[in-house]
């Protein structure tokens, strides 16, 4: 664990001894480091301190705990506790918690804030069972909240304390947490240890090529994602993989063939057609293709408006109606951007034209 600025040593005995309960893990206090931000006008400070978290421990650490006295504010929101799902690093904050309690409610409330913010770093969203996981809004709140998980949550954590930091499915949750920072030559080490256990697992190998074509070693990421593909030929991320790389400048003319192959194998279309369509829109500047696969998108039911937006913006229609008894109606202008309107199948029925 961390402490950020001026933090008591009382309040890092109770949280060391909560991490400890709570892991079954040795907890290690590393050096003191500022505060990243004091919390202002900007909403997110709170991942600063994830980001600062996630760089500072060794790699075979399990989990990271950053501690402060300072605000916390996350979403626009003042919080106790801050974690992202699936990655490593948790923070709290004393700042909220009632200033006058004994250390006995002092240390329940240390342990319910790090088994919550552990939670989601498990892998769990928030939970309306009888479950730590459930949203605890004030630091009054938290004194109800149960100190337990429910059993999806307990068996989700299980699994994880049970694996620990070097199992291949938490090294390849190392490497997207490393990827996410930028941190790419951080993040293909993890991949190549994951891969080291499973040579076979196709995703590692994916995400490991993904990597490597930040780097801008091509020839290498391209070899990652055909062997990937040789692993599990039927899966689409490694053709996504290839199509982006091709796309990107390697060898456009060869990105098409990748890209209708991974919508082949994609088994959500709506996710596949989206995806292929913005590929063909932003990267390969084929709007024809664009437009037809918005138009999929669409027709196999899916409604992202983001979607929507780029279709009309294509075809710049007034309305567009689609097979289903609903209709869209959509305007696109240079200067307002999109309007859409959602009309129900008996109002639509009664709907003037436009
Ligand atoms: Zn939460
Ligand atoms: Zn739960």
Same mark, same amino acid.
């Given at each position: ?9 009382? *309040?890092?005995?109770?949280? $060391? ?24 006008? *900007? ?10 978290? +996630? ?7 399990? %989990? ?17 506790? =801050? ?11 004393? @700042? ?11 240390? /329940? ?10 939670? @989601? ?17 004030? /630091? ?39 990827? $996410?920072?930028?941190?790419?030559? *951080? ?16 995703? !590692? ?19 990652? #994602? +055909? ?11 490694? =053709?996504? !993989? $290839? ?9 456009? @003319?060869?990105?098409?063939? #990748?890209?209708?192959? !991974? ?6 279309? $709506? ?5 292929? /369509? ?6 390969? *500047? ?7 696969? #918005?138009?999929? @998108? ?9 979607? +929507?937006? %780029?279709?009309?913006?294509? &075809? ?12 869209? &109606? ?15 199948? %008996? ?8």
């Amino acid at each position: 664990m961390v402490p950020f600025g001026d933090v008591s040593p009382a *309040e890092l005995s109770r949280a $060391r001894w909560a991490l400890e309960v709570a892991t079954r893990r040795p907890v290690v206090v590393l050096p003191r480091q500022p505060v990243p931000r004091e919390a202002g006008a *900007e909403t997110d400070q709170a991942v600063d301190f994830l980001d600062a978290l +996630i760089l500072a421990p060794p790699p075979d650490t399990f %989990r990271i705990l950053g501690l402060t006295s300072a605000p916390l504010m996350a979403e626009g929101e003042p919080v106790i506790g =801050y974690s992202r799902i699936g990655e490593r690093a948790l923070v709290y904050s004393t @700042h909220l918690l009632p200033r006058y309690a004994t250390e006995a409610v002092r240390r /329940g409330q240390a342990r319910r804030i790090i088994v919550h913010e552990l939670g @989601h770093t498990y892998g769990a969203l928030h939970c309306d069972q009888s479950c730590v996981m459930r949203d605890a809004e004030s /630091g009054h709140g938290l004194d109800e909240l149960p100190l337990h998980y429910c059993p999806e949550h307990r068996a989700m954590a299980e699994e994880a304390l049970k694996e620990g930091p070097l199992h291949p499915n938490a090294l390849v949750r190392l490497g997207a947490e490393r990827m $996410r920072l930028g941190a790419w030559t *951080e993040a293909i080490a993890a991949y190549r240890q994951a891969l080291r256990h499973s040579p076979w697992d196709y995703k !590692a190998r994916t995400a490991m090529g993904v990597a490597l074509m930040a780097r801008g070693e091509l020839t290498a990421a391209e070899e990652a #994602f +055909i062997t990937a593909s040789r692993s599990a030929p039927r899966a689409a991320q490694p =053709y996504y !993989a $290839r199509a982006v790389l091709y796309a990107a400048g390697v060898a456009p @003319h060869r990105a098409p063939v #990748f890209l209708e192959a !991974a919508v082949g194998r994609d088994d959500d279309p $709506r996710r596949a057609h989206r995806a292929a /369509g913005i590929l063909y829109q932003e990267l390969l *500047e084929d709007e024809a293709q664009a437009a037809r696969h #918005f138009q999929a @998108h669409v027709s196999a039911g899916g409604r992202d408006p983001d979607v +929507i937006a %780029r279709l009309v913006y294509l &075809i710049q229609p007034t309305t567009l109606t689609f097979n289903e008894p609903e209709t869209i &109606i959509a305007r696109w202008s240079p200067e307002l951007g999109l309007e859409v309107a959602y009309l129900p199948p %008996r109002t639509a029925a009664a709907a003037p034209a436009p």
